[in-house]
Each structure stands twice: as structure tokens, then as C-alpha cells.
């Protein structure tokens, strides 16, 4: 069977966009019926590429490609069935993978959603109206009157009032600004906000259950919803939108689903989902663990640590200054910290045995596992920020405190200790305090003084009645106690700053206290995430656990997550089953 005659004209160069088309058969060039039937009368393999490209002067030719000669085969003797006319455009579309059709075709967002905020969303987070990315956002005007009578005080939930306020006018003052088509969310910088801002600019009818009193300002918001869910309801196409109740209110909540309508929790402030996710800071490693790393294991002795750089499928899951430990019977045990983690290598130093008398800080021997990962945290001088968290009687506060007094007595390191906490009540309020500062801490403080009274028991044994009273002035004198209160605009140099009760601090809370540090201070926060005391702070949005997230992984941070308790068995006992 002979082979097609060669082209009489040069074929035109490929443009980019033609070497990035689906594979597909391209629509031939237009022919006459009688071309059609010579070309169904050829039985020869077809050897050219027939996509279209445009020519200099108008035309559309067929290009070709450059024949080859190709040895004739009996199996490739074999009649070829003739290629049929080209389908029309709409069938040639349907015949199309849907994988082509996605790549042709604009990509597609699904559905613009209409949030109406509530007011304790706008005082918990000034900045969530940037935070719903290509939605709108809906404000009613009971919402601006609520804000208006939260502006007044130093509270923080007045500033972020105020914050909110100024937020607004930025927005209605920036240029091109229109109140009926709604303010364009980016026009302040915030480009991750692609949606608009609308305001309540007239009156809405709605009908509310009698049972719901209509003087109240969030049953006004629920009837805003009802009505702006009725007019997009009416709506077809694109135009139809979901309406969405935003509030941190669990009633307010509770209520729009009983009236049947879409409400949620404002979830941009948790920094986890589920407390259960929360980094622990240790690791225990797999029990063929030195099997499978035995060919790619490098040690090495440096002082008094032993140094291990291991490969494997684990190591890209590791965290500089996360702790890993190997235990199994029969086998010698092993507690290391991650030190180092480059490609597919990680670096792990062996720790310091504080279990051990000689090794006693302060007079403090650790008990378990996780203490001894706390104390070579806080014993280190590299480590800037140390977080704790753990049930009570776990010793966060004891360790903090002994390892504080050891490196500002004895080492000299830090030139004094400062305790502060938050002050949130577990019942009732027992009103104003009188005295100092200090003296207004003190009923705060009650943990400090039974760990100062441990500590100072154990520590002069012989010393006698006066040896005593000057040891606990000694120590009294290099502990301050401060309120948060007034810690905005401080800068602590070479100090050892404990912070307590940290799980009932906001996540700006938080940063307002850890960027006090100025250079050679060391920060501890401590706290227990089952003991949440401040309205409307859950353990995913608790500043404890804000600091421990972002922090993970850095150079000069750690983390430890205490897990047994050493008060007493009682106290054990009553926490796993209370």
C-alpha cells in the first residue's frame, strides 16, 4: 500500500497554545462532499496531524506534518476504517472527557454566601470582617447601635469596640465607596477579603413568634435574617444566595435554628478544632525503631550528650526541640530531644537526668517522664519560651519555680523572678482588694506561697529558726508579683517571667504579655486547658493553646504537655474521675 504523497506546502510552526491542547482529535478543515468520499475511499494509516491554525492570509490549512517512512508490515496491511465527517460543535463538546472540559473552562467558585454579623463577633475579633474571604458580609442596624454602647471604657472589649468603629469608617470613607451596592472588603489593603459590605439601609418586614419580645436586640437580628433569607429566597440563578447567622451567643444560635435558619459559630479565632490535635512536645518512637535505622544511625559524644543523626520516613513529621523517647522491654531506654531536622535527617541529643539527687534543682527531683522533658526546658539557656500544659498537680508550677530560683540565685543568670497570672475568679467575686499592687495579687498568689513554703523547708535543713526567715527573705526579695493589668508598654530585661493560669488568656492577651521580653528574659506559661474559666474562650480559642501552635518548631521555644500527676493519690483519683 503506498504511502501518501509528501506536502507541496511547509507546514506552519505550532504556536504555544496549540502544544498545550487536550489530546484529542481536532475538527478537520472544511471540505466538499466529494473530498469526504476520496478520503473514505483511502485505506492507508493516517501519518498527519490535521489541527487548524490560522494562516497569514486567512485561510485555515490543514497542517501537516513531515511524512516517514515506515517499512510496510502484513500487520500493518490490515484496512483502517475511514474517519468519519466531523460531528457538530455541540456533540464534538459532549464526547469530551470532563477532565478536558475543566481545563478549557474558567474554574467556578461555588455559591457566594451572606453573612449577618452579630455584635459580640465584631468586640470578640475588630478584624473578622476580612476574615470570609469572597462572601458578603450583612450588618443590621441594631448591630451598629449595639457597637456604639460598647466604645466606652479600657476594657478590651471596649477598645476592640472602638477598633470595630474606626474599621467601619474606613471602609464607607475610602474612595469610590457605595453605601447600595455594598463597600468592597479590600479597599483597605485586606486583599484576602474579596466580598462586600452591606448595611441595613431600610426597614425589613418580617414576622417573629409572639413569644419572641421584638424590643430585644437579638430577636431584631434574627428578623433581619428571616427577611433577607425570604428576599433571596425569591431570587433565581446566581443571584440566589444563602443567608447565615454569625454569632458566638450559643442562645442566639440555639434560637435561629429553632426559627429554622442558618446560623454558626464565628470559628476564625480557634487555633485548633479539637484539643486533642494540640502538639505534646514528645514522641514516643516506633519499637523497631533502631532496626529499620540501624545502617543510616551516626553517634557521637559531646560532653556529657550523646549525639544520634538519624534517617527515615518519620523524620519529616519532627519539630526542632520536640522530645522523642524509645522504651521496650528488654531493651535499653532512651530520651532524646530533636535538635537539629535538615532534609531527611534529624539530629537528637540526649537529655540530663534530673530523677537523679545529684542532679536536683533547688532541692526538686522530677518523678515521671514528662517532668523530666520540663525541666531540661527550663533549665536551658537557649530556650526563651517555655509552654506547659497539664492536669492539676503536675508540677508546672513547682518546676517553674524551682529551676526560676536556681538560675537567679545560684547561676546569676536572671537578675529576678516575675509571677503574674490571670485574675479570673472561679465563683463569685469577693470585690475590691485593698493595698498595693502586690498586696491586691496576693489572694491570686496562693499557689506561690505553698511552692515558696516546699521550697524553702527542704533547703536549709540545719539552719536553724533564723536561717529560715533569712532564706525566705532572700528569696521574697527576687520574686516580684505583677498584674497584667499594667503590662502594655513594659520591656523585662534578664528576667525569668512566670505566667499562670495562661488558659484563661485571649490570644491578644497572650501576645501583649510574650512581647514584653526584651533581650536575656525567659518566659514560662503554664496552664490547664480543662480548667477554662473566661466566658466565651474554649480550649481551641485559649491563648495557651494559640502560643503553643504557633510556637512549635522554632529554634528557641519548647513545649511539654504533662501527663501523671504527683500531688497525691487523692488529688490523681479525683482528677480522672470528677
Not at 453573612?115 to 448591630?143: A, G, K, S
Request: charged share 25%; proline share 6%.
Amino acid at each position: 500500500m503506498p504511502l501518501p504523497p509528501a506536502p507541496t506546502k511547509r507546514a506552519a510552526l505550532l504556536s504555544p497554545e496549540a502544544l498545550d491542547a487536550p489530546a484529542r482529535a481536532a475538527p478537520k478543515a472544511r471540505r466538499t462532499s466529494a473530498e469526504r468520499q476520496t478520503d473514505a475511499r483511502k485505506e492507508s494509516p493516517t501519518l498527519f496531524d490535521d489541527r487548524q491554525l490560522p494562516d497569514a492570509g486567512g485561510a485555515s490549512p490543514a497542517v501537516a506534518l513531515a511524512p516517514v517512512a515506515v517499512p510496510i508490515t502484513a500487520r500493518q496491511a490490515e484496512p483502517v476504517v475511514a474517519p468519519l465527517p466531523p460531528a457538530p460543535l455541540a456533540s464534538r463538546v459532549a464526547e469530551e472527557p470532563a477532565q478536558d472540559r475543566r481545563k478549557r473552562s474558567v474554574k467556578k467558585t461555588g455559591p457566594k454566601r451572606l453573612f449577618v454579623l452579630d455584635t459580640n463577633v465584631l468586640l470578640h475579633d475588630p478584624t473578622c470582617l476580612f476574615r470570609f474571604e469572597e462572601h458578603d458580609i450583612y450588618l443590621p442596624m441594631i448591630v451598629l447601635e449595639e457597637l456604639d454602647g460598647h466604645k466606652k471604657g479600657t476594657t478590651e472589649v471596649a477598645r476592640n469596640g472602638r477598633q470595630a468603629s474606626r474599621t467601619l469608617d474606613a471602609l464607607a470613607g475610602a474612595q469610590g465607596a457605595d453605601m447600595g451596592e455594598g463597600l468592597k472588603l479590600d479597599t483597605t489593603g485586606h486583599k484576602e477579603a474579596g466580598g462586600r459590605l452591606f448595611f441595613q439601609t431600610q426597614p425589613l418586614d418580617y414576622q417573629l413568634p409572639t413569644s419572641l419580645p421584638q424590643g430585644k436586640a437579638d430577636n431584631q437580628i434574627l428578623g433581619v435574617v428571616q427577611a433577607l433569607r425570604a428576599l433571596h429566597e425569591k431570587n433565581k440563578g446566581a443571584d440566589r444566595r444563602e443567608v447565615v447567622l454569625v454569632s458566638k451567643d450559643i442562645n442566639m444560635r440555639v434560637k435561629a435554628r429553632a426559627l429554622g435558619l442558618a446560623a454558626d459559630d464565628y470559628q476564625n479565632d480557634k487555633a485548633l478544632e479539637d484539643g486533642d490535635l494540640l502538639y505534646s512536645g514528645s514522641l514516643a518512637l516506633p519499637p523497631d525503631f533502631w532496626t529499620r535505622q540501624s545502617k543510616a544511625v551516626e553517634s557521637w559524644q559531646s560532653g556529657s550528650s550523646t549525639f544520634y543523626r538519624v534517617t527515615g520516613p518519620m523524620v519529616p513529621s519532627l519539630y526542632i526541640n520536640q522530645f522523642v523517647y524509645f522504651e521496650a522491654p528488654g531493651e535499653p531506654s532512651m530520651y532524646a530531644r530533636v535538635t537539629e531536622v535538615r532534609d531527611k535527617t534529624a539530629v537528637l541529643k540526649t537529655l540530663k537526668d534530673y530523677s537523679s539527687g545529684k542532679n536536683a534543682v533547688w532541692g526538686v527531683t522530677t518523678r515521671n517522664r514528662e517532668q523530666n522533658f520540663a525541666m531540661n526546658l527550663l533549665m536551658d539557656p537557649d530556650i526563651d519560651f517555655v509552654t506547659l500544659t497539664g492536669t492539676a498537680g503536675t508540677g508546672k508550677t513547682l518546676m517553674a519555680l524551682a529551676s526560676g530560683l536556681t538560675q537567679v540565685l545560684d547561676d546569676r543568670r536572671y537578675t529576678e523572678i516575675i509571677m503574674t497570672r490571670a485574675t479570673v475568679s472561679v465563683g463569685e467575686d469577693i470585690g475590691f482588694l485593698p493595698g498595693t499592687e502586690e498586696e491586691k495579687m496576693g489572694p491570686w498568689m496562693g499557689a506561690l506561697d505553698d511552692n515558696l513554703e516546699f521550697l524553702a523547708k527542704g533547703d536549709n535543713g540545719g539552719a536553724g529558726e533564723w536561717g529560715r526567715a533569712a532564706t525566705n527573705e532572700l528569696i521574697r526579695s527576687k520574686i516580684k508579683i505583677k498584674s497584667m493589668n499594667f503590662m502594655r508598654g513594659r520591656t523585662f530585661l534578664n528576667k525569668y517571667v512566670i505566667i499562670d493560669e495562661a488558659q484563661n488568656l485571649t490570644p491578644k492577651q497572650m501576645k501583649t504579655l510574650i512581647t514584653r521580653a526584651g533581650p536575656g528574659t525567659k518566659i514560662i506559661c503554664m496552664g490547664n486547658l480543662a480548667q477554662i474559666d473566661t466566658p466565651y474562650l474554649t480550649e481551641g480559642s485559649s491563648g495557651l493553646t494559640f502560643a503553643v501552635d504557633r510556637f512549635k518548631g522554632w529554634p528557641h521555644s519548647g513545649h511539654i504537655t504533662l501527663a501523671r500527676g504527683e500531688r497525691s493519690r487523692l488529688a490523681d483519683f479525683a482528677s480522672d474521675v470528677l
